[in-house]
């Protein structure tokens, strides 16, 4: 609550922090007619941060444009960009269109606020809050769902490297054995062709053909690709 507070480094800095304390003031102590009575641009942006359901719009609504537009006739354009970007804020946060959220934000810029939700429908604040955060949970459990099937996809992807890593094993052990003269067979040869295939099917096809192979040289330069 105190200034000093807020500043990184203050117990160093502290003889060169001003030191207060803040004054919180809660928006919903005051009525709409009290804020409305002070006239001043601070309580028009506290009205409207009052904004809790569709009934506080409708009311907005239901005051005298004029008195409202007098609070920033002569308004600098400083503090017009800081009521816009609050009437921006709270358009985002309860849904409205962005076509009728630029509307609204070039009415605050014409300081015409008093003609802000004159077009807009009557909108239930809390079932938009709602809405929203159905959305959101469906938004997370979309990437849930996405991040489990994608640990599936790399889960199954795994399990197949692993397969063809055992039968590429596998038939390298059946393959020594058949080709057993190292002189006329390069096994080395071999186990970089297997090793370099991802077709299983071909492997086992060299493996199984090894049961009733009459002729090693042919089956020998199959497996090469000579």
């Not at 990184?8 to 207060?20: A, V, W």
């Not at 003609?115 to 809390?126: A, G, H, P, S, V």
Request: aromatic share 8%; proline share 1%; charged share 40%.
């Amino acid at each position: 609550m105190y200034l000093r507070d807020r500043i990184m480094f203050s117990d160093i800095l502290r003889p060169y922090i001003p030191d207060f304390k803040y004054i919180v003031v809660r928006n919903h102590d005051f009525s709409d007619e009290e804020l409305l009575a002070r006239e001043d641009e601070m309580s028009l942006l506290m009205l409207i941060n009052k904004f809790q359901t569709a009934d506080d719009i409708t009311n907005f609504r239901d005051i005298e444009k004029d008195k409202i537009d007098s609070i920033i006739h002569n308004s600098s354009e400083q503090v017009i960009d800081i009521i816009a970007a609050v009437v921006r804020s709270l358009c985002t946060k309860i849904h409205i269109s962005a076509e009728e959220t630029d509307d609204a934000v070039q009415k605050v810029r014409e300081h015409k606020l008093g003609y802000l939700f004159e077009n807009m429908e009557k909108i239930d604040i809390q079932q938009l809050r709602k809405e929203a955060e159905e959305w959101r949970k469906l938004g997370e459990e979309e990437r849930q769902k996405a991040k489990e099937e994608q640990q599936k996809r790399k889960e199954e992807q795994q399990k197949r490297i692993e397969e063809q890593q055992k039968i590429k094993r596998m038939s390298m052990t059946i393959l020594k054995v058949f080709f057993d003269d190292p002189a006329e067979y390069d096994m080395e040869l071999i186990k970089s062709v297997i090793d370099s295939t991802d077709d299983t099917n071909r492997i086992v096809s060299w493996t199984d053909a090894t049961e009733n192979c009459s002729d090693k040289t042919a089956l020998y330069n199959e497996i090469i690709g000579k």
